[in-house]
């Protein structure tokens, strides 16, 4: 079992930043992609980004690509997703997850974070 403990997020003004981090159990952390989904009010659970396993692969989406940085720490067993830029459509619910393989498909990911509330103002 993965268990994905989730911090970070709050509220920012457009422009701002926030960190998101996201720690896993030590066994199960190298193991695994991970990746960074996000579901605003009304709208289905979107892939934001994601980082595979050794941590020298990353993809994100359109809508976040040269505004967010995912990346991984060994040592702490924690994730993390820079965001900078941030933009009032970044508010949401953010999710990290787990997965055996790095992809953009929210079904291929197996294990998931509390989720935590980012909200951007205009």
């Known amino acids: 079992q993965v268990q994905l403990v989730q911090s970070g997020g709050g509220l920012v003004q457009a422009g701002g930043s926030l960190k998101l981090s996201c720690g896993a159990s030590?066994?199960?952390?190298?193991?695994?992609?991970l990746g960074w989904f996000r579901q605003a009010p009304g709208k289905e659970r979107e892939f934001v980004a994601s980082?595979?396993?050794?941590?020298?692969?990353?993809n994100y989406a359109d809508s976040v690509k040269g505004r967010f940085t995912v990346s991984r720490n060994y040592a702490k067993n924690t994730a993390y997703l820079q965001m900078n830029s941030l933009k009032p459509e970044d508010t949401a619910v953010y999710y990290c997850?787990?997965?055996?393989?790095?992809?953009?498909?929210?079904?291929?990911?197996?294990?998931w974070g509390q989720g935590t509330q980012v909200t951007v103002s205009s």
């Open positions: 030590e066994r199960a952390f190298g193991n695994y992609a």
């Open positions: 997850a787990a997965s055996r393989s790095r992809s953009t498909w929210r079904g291929d990911y197996d294990y």
């Open positions: 980082i595979n396993w050794s941590g020298d692969l990353t």
